[in-house]
């Protein structure tokens, strides 16, 4: 992001993201801890520095929308690009010989499996598909059940489903895996299939639902978040997170053999996936019509509230849109600050600089404390803190923390009100490498919180002070 501000200011860019979806934000649970932390910062960040945002689905437009409000109102809603596109048979399609000798290689029988494909995941589901399938084997009997043929890398969390499969001896010849396909196999085992199931815990689109339809094959998919758009009437629906539903669908799919192939007619004559040349058409149409009449933006700056703590860092626990931490990462400015962590960030030069905008200065003409909490790498590091003429030298052991308060006369605040940014300078003594030699860098002066309050505001600067105190091994200049 400060690359991108950067780019906005000099060059004039518009930063346009194409969003597929908000699955780390919305199911947390089936992502990893690290996925979850960098993906908050970064969908964060977005609404504050987009000019416009592109969603894949209708659904995906309603969730950018909600998140967005917590952070920044949208002025445009985010342009649809549906990816209501030709998947699967222009990649490559094998005769009818060489599919017999495919699904003999894979010990299948032609139209007496179901394909299920997507990575083997918690989040995608699979374990329902496989509940599922031990019910109609209970119903059923074995050899009545077709094959259940999943076709993915295995990915995060699909232990629970592999120990699914392990207790339950009647699936062992009942559901097979396969991955590192090629298209041509992949278009074998769908021209073949009797139908595919789809029962992901939560979609941006849904590729595997539109790629079954551009077969003609039926799909049995969840009825949630974007999936009814990847598959429209065309595909059949079973409620989310019901085994009991999707065995009543699958009955029908599995025995009623003139309704299977009605639905396919239906879609063999009804269903038209567009031309990718179309769905790249639409997005270059949509940003041109939004974008006439955007005027060149001011330069990106940290838009802070008086007596609010922005603490920087990415927070492995973030579970919804965090204003505070989008503003806090906006501090950074310069290009003087690696990437942030979870803790807060470090300078990677030895002149890193913070800078916000500040907010209207309304009622009485208090003096401003600026209140930052800084610490040190493995060694002693002196900063010399620089703001609106004022200054102070400070000396930080190895590995601690220090909040630190500069006093901001009310006239040279009143100077910046409309003008430009409000710079911080951090002028440090030395840069050290890491403990860890695997770790290339070289780091200044660790940041990790910032507070702007009036002198006249006695709650704010308590509450400031108590979490200075509580967070830090040292305070300079009490309150």
């Not at 860019?13 to 990893?32: A, H, K, S, W």
């Not at 019509?289 to 001011?298: I, S, W, Y």
Request: net charge negative; glycine share 8%.
């Amino acid at each position: 992001m400060p690359l991108i501000r950067e780019a906005k200011s000099r060059y004039g860019i518009r930063y346009i993201p194409l969003i597929y979806d908000l699955i780390p934000m919305i199911t947390p649970e089936y992502c990893g801890q690290d996925l979850v932390a960098a993906f908050g910062y970064w969908i964060n960040s977005v609404f504050s520095h987009a000019d416009l945002i592109l969603a894949i689905s209708k659904s995906t437009q309603q969730d950018v929308i909600k998140a967005a409000d917590g952070i920044k109102h949208l002025t445009r809603q985010p342009i649809i690009v549906p990816l209501d596109a030709e998947f699967g048979m222009q990649d490559g399609a094998a005769g009818t010989a060489d599919r017999a000798g495919l699904l003999d290689g894979f010990g299948l029988r032609n139209g007496f499996y179901v394909l299920v494909v997507g990575t083997l995941e918690i989040r995608k589901n699979q374990m329902l598909i496989f509940q599922a399938w031990a019910k109609l084997i209970e119903l059923h009997g074995a050899a009545a059940m077709p094959t259940l043929v999943c076709v993915g890398k295995i990915g995060h969390g699909f232990e629970f489903g592999q120990n699914f499969l392990r207790s339950h001896p009647e699936l062992q010849d009942k559901v097979i895996m396969l991955s590192g396909l090629s298209d041509v196999e992949l278009n074998a085992l769908y021209a073949d299939c009797l139908f595919t199931a789809f029962a992901s815990t939560y979609e941006g689109w849904g590729l595997p639902v539109t790629e079954s339809l551009c077969h003609g094959k039926v799909c049995l998919s969840a009825d949630h978040s974007s999936l009814p758009e990847a598959g429209g009437v065309f595909a059949d629906y079973f409620e989310a997170n019901s085994v009991k539903s999707f065995v009543q669908h699958a009955e029908r799919l599995l025995f009623d053999h003139d309704y299977r192939q009605a639905r396919e007619h239906q879609i063999v004559a009804e269903f038209r996936p567009r031309p990718w040349h179309d769905v790249l058409a639409g997005l270059v149409d949509g940003i041109e019509t939004h974008c006439v009449g955007l005027v060149h933006a001011e330069p990106l700056v940290a838009p802070i509230s008086f007596g609010e703590i922005y603490d920087i860092g990415q927070d492995h626990r973030a579970r919804r849109p965090d204003k505070e931490g989008a503003i806090a990462e906006m501090l950074r400015y310069d290009g003087t600050w690696h990437p942030l962590e979870s803790w807060g960030v470090w300078a990677n030069k030895k002149y890193a600089k913070l800078a916000f905008r500040l907010p209207p200065l309304e009622g009485p003409a208090d003096d401003l404390i600026l209140y930052l909490k800084l610490c040190a790498p493995n060694s002693r590091v002196a900063v010399t803190v620089k703001v609106a003429g004022q200054t102070q030298l400070v000396t930080i052991d190895p590995d601690e923390s220090l909040a630190i308060r500069l006093q901001i006369p009310f006239k040279i605040a009143s100077n910046h009100q409309d003008g430009g940014p409000m710079i911080v300078h951090l002028d440090i003594d030395d840069l050290v490498a890491p403990v860890d030699i695997a770790d290339t860098r070289r780091l200044g002066v660790g940041f990790q919180s910032f507070a702007l309050c009036r002198t006249g505001d006695t709650a704010a600067r308590l509450r400031i002070i108590e979490r200075s105190i509580k967070m830090s091994s040292n305070l300079v200049a009490a309150a």
